[in-house]
């Protein structure tokens, strides 16, 4: 046999495939029975598919188990919405679960509801702000998005948004928040200390602001977080971390497939349409993509009262 025909014999042999079969489909390439027999014994007991067969055979079981949960759990297509969810509730039955949940009118009577682009912008002054640009024309922008950071005066980004499309982002990295000007924004958004830590809360949130038809690539976070819909629509598609499919070819964080469709059958997907006010949990390690319906401002929290950092999660790296 030559190399890929006994790698085409290796692959049935640790996928558990029947000896009986495995005969049948050497013979029917014109082995007799004597030498089809020889082929199977020469791959069983070398020592390299002695070392890899056990840890084949846990992935399957892995697999499996990740596909029992699946079913058992499936929401028919929807993240769960709940309305009036105490922060007591929301980590017993849902953060401690590892399930994503709505907030409906998490925000209500938060002033940063009455925000627009115009103000907000107004708001940040004359000083430069991060801002991605060029994103169409990146293979993967999300990713890669230290080759397209551009600093710009808010004046020039009121223009830039209004104009639907992709091209331009102010995302996360930008650590708006960090900066003074942070603290005059977040006098809008006082979430109240049950939800998150007030001591470090500018440290641990992030501002979003993008046109209509932004679009956040598929991808999966190593840390819980809140994310707050306070302007426009925002529509997120998820998909839990035991979905097999999503698993491979991973970048760290990344996928190298930057739709879901791509890596997800239709009936794992569950979705969040956000309402301004309306809040998301999202959390660590699901898969989710990001899309803006309109103008679309809102923030992230993931300054949570619970363990928070899973850096050492990261599939991508396996």
Request: one cysteine or more; glycine letters at 6%.
């Amino acid at each position: 046999m030559n190399p890929s025909q006994q790698r085409w014999l290796a692959d049935l042999l640790l996928e558990g495939a029947p000896l009986d079969a495995v005969e049948q489909a050497l013979t029917a390439q014109g082995m007799s029975n004597e030498q089809a027999l020889e082929q199977i014994e020469a791959i069983l007991t070398s020592p390299v598919f002695a070392a890899a067969r056990p840890k084949v055979q846990l992935g399957q079981r892995l697999a499996a188990a990740a596909d029992l949960h699946q079913r058992v759990c499936h929401h028919q297509g929807e993240v769960p919405s709940k309305q009036a969810l105490t922060p007591e509730r929301f980590y017993q039955e849902w953060l401690a679960h590892h399930q994503p949940v709505i907030l409906k009118a998490f925000a209500a009577g938060w002033p940063a509801l009455e925000w627009s682009v115009d103000l907000l912008l107004k708001r940040l002054g004359d000083q430069p702000i991060d801002v991605l640009v060029g994103r169409d024309r990146a293979h993967h922008p999300d990713r890669d998005f230290k080759q397209l950071i551009r600093s710009i005066k808010p004046a020039q980004w009121a223009e830039m948004i209004h104009q639907p499309g992709n091209d331009t982002y102010l995302v996360a990295r930008n650590h708006l928040m960090q900066s003074p000007r942070g603290e005059q924004l977040i006098i809008d958004t006082p979430i109240e200390a049950s939800w998150v830590r007030k001591g470090d809360l500018l440290e641990c949130c992030s501002l979003w602001m993008g046109p209509k038809g932004t679009y956040t690539a598929l991808h999966h976070d190593n840390c819980h977080a809140l994310f707050v819909q306070l302007v426009g629509r925002k529509r997120f598609e998820l998909a839990s971390p035991l979905t097999v499919d999503a698993l491979v070819e991973t970048d760290p964080f990344y996928h190298r497939q930057r739709d879901l469709r791509d890596v997800c059958a239709e009936e794992r997907i569950m979705v969040a349409n956000l309402e301004p006010g309306d809040a998301l949990f999202l959390p660590v390690g699901w898969w989710h993509q990001a899309t803006a319906l309109d103008t679309s401002i809102g923030m992230s929290f993931n300054g949570l009262h619970a363990p928070n950092d899973y850096s050492d999660y990261c599939p991508g790296r396996l």
